[in-house]
């Protein structure tokens, strides 16, 4: 059974950093890549960034460069989010999900987690 759980979300002053966690189970992680969305209530989901499988090259939504980071340990499972520089605009319900591809995971993933919620005040 596989399995992504997110977690790390919380409220933060704009300007301030949070770093997500994802963990994955179930599954070969690095055969996958792996993508950051998020969504606010009422809006559709938005791509965030993610990393391709097995070389783990790196994409970001224009609106979320030079602030946010994505990294991976492959010994722990786990992809990260240094989010820097928070905005009020940020503020959403963040989550992880895997597929075979960069585009396969924006498209179609195979698995993605429940969510962690990311508030920041202004």
């Known amino acids: 059974e596989a399995q992504l759980v997110e977690s790390g979300g919380g409220l933060v002053q704009a300007g301030g950093s949070l770093t997500l966690s994802c963990v994955a189970s179930?599954?070969?992680?690095?055969?996958?890549?792996i993508g950051w969305f998020r969504q606010v209530a009422g809006k559709e989901r938005e791509g965030v960034s993610c990393?391709?499988?097995?070389?783990?090259?790196?994409d970001y939504a224009d609106a979320v460069k030079g602030r946010f980071t994505i990294s991976s340990d492959s010994a722990k499972n786990t992809v990260y989010l240094q989010m820097n520089n928070l905005k009020p605009e940020d503020t959403a319900v963040y989550y992880c999900?895997?597929?075979?591809?960069?585009?396969?995971?924006?498209?179609?993933?195979?698995?993605w987690g429940q969510g962690t919620q990311v508030t920041v005040s202004s």
């Open positions: 990393l391709s499988a097995i070389d783990r090259d790196t």
């Open positions: 179930g599954f070969t992680f690095d055969d996958y890549a």
């Open positions: 999900a895997a597929g075979g591809s960069r585009v396969a995971v924006a498209t179609h993933p195979d698995y």
